[in-house]
């Protein structure tokens, strides 16, 4: 059964960063894509930035050159690296694994929720 558990979100000042981090456990979790998506009070999920088996990565205009997503395939581990923070990041942000192929399931986290106020 897969398994995804994240931490590092919190309270930040604008201009601040944080890392979060997302362990992951279960079948093949070395060759799936994993990613952050990212959920605002009252807004729909959007992509974040998504990083595959192979490392590379993909991210949302919104972040990009503030936010870096990598992985450590030896500690099934994903992290983001969020600098620069501004108010409009505050959500509640969720680690994805990625399917493996068409019939396959994704799978998410419950979610860590990260404050940008000051």
């Known amino acids: 059964q897969v398994q995804l558990v994240e931490s590092g979100g919190g309270l930040v000042q604008p201009g601040g960063s944080l890392r979060l981090s997302c362990v992951a456990s279960?079948?093949?979790?070395?060759?799936?894509?994993m990613g952050w998506y990212r959920q605002a009070p009252g807004k729909q999920r959007d992509l974040v930035a998504t990083?595959?088996?192979?490392?590379?990565?993909n991210y949302a205009d919104s972040v990009k050159g503030r936010f870096t997503i990598s992985r450590d395939n030896a500690k099934n581990t994903v992290y983001l690296q969020m600098n620069s923070l501004k108010p409009e990041d505050t959500a509640v942000y969720y680690c994805?694994?990625?399917?493996?192929?068409?019939?396959?399931?994704?799978?998410w986290g419950k979610g860590t929720l990260v404050t940008v106020s000051s």
């Open positions: 994805n694994l990625g399917r493996l192929g068409p019939g396959d399931m994704e799978y």
């Open positions: 279960g079948r093949a979790v070395n060759i799936r894509t």
């Open positions: 990083i595959t088996a192979f490392s590379t990565s």
